[in-house]
């Protein structure tokens, strides 16, 4: 079993589980069904440095971790900007659409900062 395989991060996951709850390892049943997704990409080494990308003129937006880091608060987070910043444009009519939007012509940054693997 390598470290990023399923079956291990499955089994680490239990244990932080029983960990977190003051039990025993191995004390939880095992689950009857499990479905678990690894991205290759997990850990990018650098950011686009806004929450999210949106474009009032294409009417698209773009949210995700891999904008501010790579974990679940990142992509809560930037989901959040994004239906926020959408809010704040339709709630605003007559209101120049160029002054929404955001993220269109940034550079990535390096990464700051360090996640939890």
């Known amino acids: 079993m390598?470290?990023?395989?399923?079956?291990?991060?499955?089994?680490?996951?239990?244990?932080?589980?029983?960990?977190?709850?003051?039990?025993?390892?191995?004390?939880?049943?095992?689950?009857?069904?499990?479905r678990?997704?690894?991205w290759g990409a997990v850990f990018p080494t650098n950011t686009h440095g806004v929450p999210c990308i949106f474009d009032p003129f294409g009417r698209a937006g773009i949210c995700g971790d891999w904008l501010l880091g790579s974990n679940i608060e990142a992509a809560v987070l930037s989901g959040i900007a994004l239906a926020n910043h959408i809010a704040d444009y339709s709630q605003s009519p007559g209101t120049d659409p160029g002054e929404f939007a955001v993220g269109l012509n940034h550079e990535f940054q390096p990464l700051e900062g360090h996640d939890i693997g």
Do not use: D, H, R
């Not at 089994?11 to 191995?26: C, D, I, N, R, Y």
């Open 2 to 34: 390598t470290p990023s395989s399923p079956s291990s991060v499955k089994a680490g996951m239990l244990e932080g589980v029983e960990s977190a709850l003051g039990l025993s390892k191995g004390s939880l049943p095992k689950p009857f069904y499990t």
């Open 36 to 38: 678990l997704q690894l």
